[in-house]
């Protein structure tokens, strides 16, 4: 069993103010808007219907969603039921570690940046890894579950806050961030955070040992005429090199090999000790 904790790289999600401003400009955000954000596949179990609900019901607020998947139009669909497709900003998939090569498009650490508060709506998480990549950013956060935190003291991350399943207490939550105005927290000093620079290696190599062969045990065996086998059937106990003749008692074990040849006695009565 191997054993690899899971973690980010925190340093690539660092509050910049610059990224922050450049980001919002890139996707056509207004500088002062308040912004929440979600990052994740877009599939019925993330329940990012309720996301793009409760931001809806706030005048003058934007949504950003990083990921694809096929909700994508039935979201796009109940924005425009809402009145509210000018504000929803579905993205598709993002870099997760940074920008495109050109610097055009932005990755998630940039998408942190220009958002005011994170919203995981999810009821299933295996990890949370988005939640805690956002808490990075200095994010404060919004999440039905997320286990890399769920049991954390509270002073290990004290910009996530869990809230129940329905719109109307979301709706709620992001309404007071809203009217306290955007601000940004301290990094967490929650290991749930962080990870050990030899953690990606330590990964690494446990896909390659899966990838790799067994190496085929060697049978000792089969090197030996004798053929004699041990009670583990791995080594053979024979050092000689000549095969036991059948009816032979000393069964290839003296010094200068079977003595069937060479004892008159046919192997009998000395047992190979001539």
């Known amino acids: 069993m191997h054993v690899v904790p899971n973690g980010i790289e925190a340093v690539r999600f660092r509050f910049d103010e610059?990224?922050?401003?450049?980001?919002?400009?890139?996707t056509g955000l207004p500088e002062r808007?308040?912004?929440?954000?979600?990052?994740?596949?877009?599939v019925p179990g993330k329940r990012?219907?309720?996301?793009?609900?409760?931001?809806a019901a706030l005048p003058g607020a934007h949504l950003l969603i990083a990921g694809d998947g096929p909700e994508r139009a039935a979201l796009r669909r109940l924005a425009a039921e809402l009145g509210a497709q000018g504000r929803i900003h579905l993205l598709g998939e993002r870099d997760p570690l940074g920008d495109s090569a050109d610097g055009r498009t932005p990755g998630i650490p940039a998408l942190l940046a220009a958002m005011d508060v994170f919203v995981s709506p999810s009821r299933e998480e295996a990890f949370g890894l988005a939640v805690v990549e956002a808490l990075a950013a200095g994010l404060p956060v919004l999440h039905v579950t997320c286990p890399a935190i769920d049991d954390l003291p509270a002073d290990q991350a004290p910009g996530a806050r869990r809230i129940g399943t329905g719109t109307e207490e979301l709706t709620a939550a992001l309404r007071g961030h809203m009217e306290a105005g955007a601000r940004r927290l301290p990094r967490p000093r929650s290991s749930a955070t962080t990870t050990s620079p030899a953690a990606p290696n330590a990964s690494l190599s446990i896909y390659t040992l899966a990838l790799?062969?067994?190496t085929p045990h060697r049978d000792r065996t089969r090197s030996c005429r004798c053929r004699t086998r041990t009670r583990r059937g791995r080594t053979c106990r024979a050092r000689?090199?000549?095969?036991?003749r059948r009816g032979c008692t000393c069964r290839g074990r003296t010094r200068r090999g079977c003595a069937w040849r060479a004892c008159a006695?046919?192997?009998?009565?000395?047992?190979?000790r001539t």
């Open 18 to 26: 610059g990224v922050r401003r450049a980001t919002r400009a890139r």
């Open 48 to 55: 990012f219907d309720v996301l793009v609900r409760a931001v």
């Open 265 to 272: 006695c046919r192997g009998g009565a000395c047992r190979g």
């Open 240 to 244: 000689t090199r000549r095969r036991a």
């Open 212 to 214: 790799t062969p067994p």
């Open 33 to 42: 808007a308040f912004v929440v954000g979600g990052v994740g596949r877009l």
